[in-house]
């Protein structure tokens, strides 16, 4: 029971760290898109860009929860969250301005900004799924609240984070390494589904 209890408590680590880094990266692209508009219109754009944040990370997580069953997506989930650590890793650490899929205009459509948001969510809502199923180790109840936590810190909290994160780097720093660590696992465990590698049975349980 003592295993099982640290062995969760990992995962729950993992996870908090993995939503704060890319719930965040989130955050940043809506409030820049958010930006642009008066602050009512910016409060509805805020709230639409989480709800989609929300429905897409529930669809994503379902069906990541099947395709996991298949090596292959283990090892694809695997590379795509290594370049995701990279990308990350200029936005946060590179002075480059922040990627976007918005660009500034005196009169942005806000229909036109909505697809933004829902692109913007569609496109990290997945990365960050992979990063949370692969993370839970299919324990639904941590799969759930890896996806709940993530929706509230970027209704919430992403922008506090994002400050202490530009403040002190090695937040970020350890946010990346956990979500390349996730990688690595995936990466791992694909291949030892398909006998490429052997892994000690004593470790299994961690990819």
Known sequence: YKNILIEQSIILVQIVLIDIIMAADNAIIIGMIAANF?????KQIIMYGVLAALLFRIIFAFSANYFFGF????????????WVVYDLKKDLFEDKEI???????????YIHSLYKVIFADITLSFDNVIAVVGASKSNTTLMIF????????IGTMATFFVKHIQ???????????VILIV???????????????SINETF???F
Request: hydrophobic share 45%; aromatic share 6%.
């Open 38 to 42: 008066a602050p009512k219109n910016r």
């Open 71 to 82: 090596p292959i997506i283990k090892i694809i989930g695997g590379l795509l969250l290594v």
């Open 99 to 109: 990627k976007s899929p918005t660009k500034k205009s005196k009169e942005p459509s």
């Open 146 to 153: 890896g996806l709940i936590l993530s929706v509230v810190l």
């Open 167 to 177: 403040k002190h780097r090695w937040i970020g720093y350890i946010g990346l390494i």
């Open 183 to 197: 990688a690595i696992q995936l990466i791992i465990g694909g291949l030892n589904d398909y006998e490429v590698l």
């Open 204 to 206: 299994k349980k961690y």
